[in-house]
């Protein structure tokens, strides 16, 4: 089993900046992506940042210059600092992995949600 647990999500003013961070644990031989996801209500979910092993990112159009990803892959976390937040960006966020378990295959794991809220 494999677990992510978020945290930082909460309600901001729309200019101010949050950090959300996550942490995988369990049976991880291996990560290879990890990154945020958000789902607003009646929208489908969309990428938000994405960080591979080796560094690379790679950004949705709407965050692009706001937002940035980074990663600590001895610790297995990924982090989102998000700055300039408008009120389009309030949203569920969803931590994501791509990771290969002892045993196992490569599969997406998903932590469970936080929500961030951007309203004065």
């Known amino acids: 089993q494999v677990q992510l647990v978020e945290s930082g999500g909460g309600l901001v003013q729309p200019g101010g900046s949050l950090r959300l961070s996550c942490a995988a644990s369990?049976?991880?031989?291996?990560?290879?992506?990890m990154g945020w996801y958000r789902q607003a209500p009646g929208k489908q979910r969309e990428l938000v940042a994405r960080i591979t092993s080796s560094g690379s990112t790679n950004y949705g159009d709407s965050v692009k210059g706001r937002f940035t990803i980074s990663r600590d892959n001895a610790k297995n976390t990924v982090a989102l600092q998000m700055n300039s937040l408008e009120p389009e960006d309030t949203a569920v966020y969803y931590c994501?992995?791509?990771?290969?378990?002892?045993?196992?295959?490569?599969?997406?794991?998903w932590g469970q949600g936080t929500q961030v809220t951007v309203s004065s």
């Open positions: 369990g049976n991880i031989f291996s990560i290879n992506a």
């Open positions: 994501y992995a791509h990771v290969m378990q002892h045993g196992t295959g490569w599969g997406a794991m």
